[in-house]
């Protein structure tokens, strides 16, 4: 691989790396921790407040999502760029 398609690789791993850890910081410090209380006041799932829901269960369900979308973005990067697990 040549150096500015590597250059271009990290760019976009990093990119995907920081967009991922802000949804995951969204979801799990602002919905669960600041906005609980108003997001308490908007629904309930399962019987329990949604605040409390992203508290305690949404951030663990997210954080796994995001885990499962990096390793599908990170591979199609790789395609992309013919990187390899050797």
């Given at each position: 691989?040549?150096?500015?398609?590597?250059?271009?690789?990290?760019?976009?791993?990093?990119?995907?790396?920081?967009?991922?850890?802000?949804?995951?910081?969204?979801?799990?410090?602002?919905?669960?921790?600041?906005?609980?209380?108003?997001?308490d006041a908007i629904a309930r799932i399962g019987g329990f407040?949604?605040?409390?829901?992203?508290?305690?269960?949404?951030?663990?369900?997210?954080?796994?999502?995001?885990?499962?979308?990096?390793?599908?973005?990170?591979a199609r990067l790789d395609a992309k760029y013919g990187v390899?697990?050797?």
């Amino acid at each position: 691989m040549k150096r500015e398609e590597r250059v271009l690789y990290w760019k976009a791993s990093l990119r995907y790396l920081a967009v991922l850890l802000g949804v995951w910081f969204a979801v799990s410090y602002l919905a669960g921790i600041l906005l609980a209380d108003r997001l308490d006041a908007i629904a309930r799932i399962g019987g329990f407040p949604l605040g409390y829901w992203f508290a305690n269960q949404g951030s663990m369900l997210f954080f796994v999502l995001i885990i499962g979308l990096y390793v599908f973005l990170m591979a199609r990067l790789d395609a992309k760029y013919g990187v390899r697990d050797d």
